[in-house]
């Protein structure tokens, strides 16, 4: 992890949950443990390469707990560690903020972007 310039709590922490991906990724990972395949389903629109870089930092930073099983083909799973669950309320509450910047109309959240984020599955837990 990079050295924080400011030392300012927030910017550490943003360096291990900064970028676009990274807290959507805790987000779906906060149901339960994925594949690699169901973290691409759930955000279709990040890139093969970016998923498996911020996995890899997650993992780094011990939010992500990666489990490759000796089966045949290999399963590989993605889970929250301990440290990575303490997350879920700062979660929650980024969730619920979202929500209010969506239903804003001026927000600078497109209407394209809101409904993209929007999209549930079914069976998806809702955060609200």
């Given at each position: 992890m990079k050295t924080s310039i400011t030392g300012c709590p927030v910017e550490v922490a943003m360096?291990?949950?900064?970028g676009r991906w990274r807290a959507v990724l805790i987000y779906y990972l906060l149901e339960?443990?994925?594949r690699f395949s169901d973290l691409r389903r759930d955000v279709p629109r990040i890139s093969q390469r970016m998923l498996t870089l911020d996995l890899r930092e997650l993992e780094r930073s011990g939010l992500?707990?990666?489990t490759v099983y000796a089966e045949v083909p290999v399963r590989v799973e993605y889970e929250l560690t301990p440290e990575g669950r303490e997350l879920r309320g700062i979660i929650h509450?980024?969730?619920l903020w979202g929500k209010r910047l969506q239903?804003?109309?001026t927000s600078g959240v497109t209407r394209a972007d809101a409904s993209a984020l929007s999209?549930?599955?079914a069976g998806r837990r809702n955060m609200s």
């Open positions: 360096q291990i949950l900064g339960g443990p994925k992500v707990r990666r509450e980024l969730c239903r804003k109309p999209v549930t599955r």
